[in-house]
């Protein structure tokens, strides 16, 4: 199969790519950041930005079958103005490009925050419930939008196999993502009276949840989780980290500070009540299991990134 990756130079899109190269599929890639270090054998990497004609001449040229659209910005410190161009502009230039150029299926991989984080939410989403996080946390609308735009896919372009994916935040040895950018210091922020559930997992999962997304032959929206979620203060202990208990009033002032790290306002609600996802269908579908516990992909996290004593 001859497979397109917008946002392949990514941590996740790398270990997508090596996946399908293994398993004989030719892949080609394209991405605004260069690949970094030596590009694998058999694999044709294009540094193009996504929404330029150039990006389309690649899907002329190669005529993919699939296309696995990974080329969103999902970090907070971006301006909102440019994720906004990136996020929602780019990935309907994905999908025109697939109706254009004859692309039998496109992957979106997508958020689990899509849902957001509320007091009055169920436990866990699933995937008809509707995008809380366009308030509870509006720094995310552009990203909430691109994931309705890939969804709206499966009614405009019938013929095309559309597949939305709402990953659970991703943790592992590249150090990459929000998740892991949140838990990097040796203080980790938490909001005085809160300890809300939190799920992940490993990067390696994740990678191959897409590559079985990619073999299903289904179409649809879907939730892909890991293992079972976690109180926020186990998780940033069992990754050698130190939690801090902020009082909400005073939280926006603390956070930048103290070796704390950046966040945007609508963060807090994240960092007060869980957004958990059901992801039973994805399993019943597609057969995929995750191979990494969670307290093995903390380790993992742990190990790549540990903390140094004051000693040291």
Known sequence: MKVLIPGISGALGQRVAQLLLQAGHAVVGIDRRPWPGPVPEGLEVHTL????????EVFRRFRPHAVIHMATVTHLTAQSEERFRINLLGTRAVFDHCHRHGAKRCIFVG???YYGAAPDSALYHVEEDPPLAVTTFPELADLVAADLY?????WRYPRLETIVLRFAYTLGPSLSGTFAAFLMGKRVPMVLGFDPLFQFLHEDDAAAAICTALDS??????????????PLSLIIRRAGRTPVPVPGPLFAAAIGRMGLPRLPPGAVSHLKFPVVVEDRRFRQ??????????????????AAAPVKSRRG
Do not use: C, M, Y
């Open 49 to 56: 930005d996504i929404r330029k004609r150039a990006a389309e």
């Open 111 to 113: 958020r689990h925050t």
């Open 150 to 154: 890939a969804g709206s896919a499966l």
């Open 217 to 230: 032959g289904e179409r649809g929206v879907w939730n892909v989780a890991g293992p079972s979620p976690l």
């Open 285 to 302: 579908v597609t057969g995929f299991r995750h191979q990494h516990d969670e307290l093995a992909t903390l380790r993992a996290f742990q």
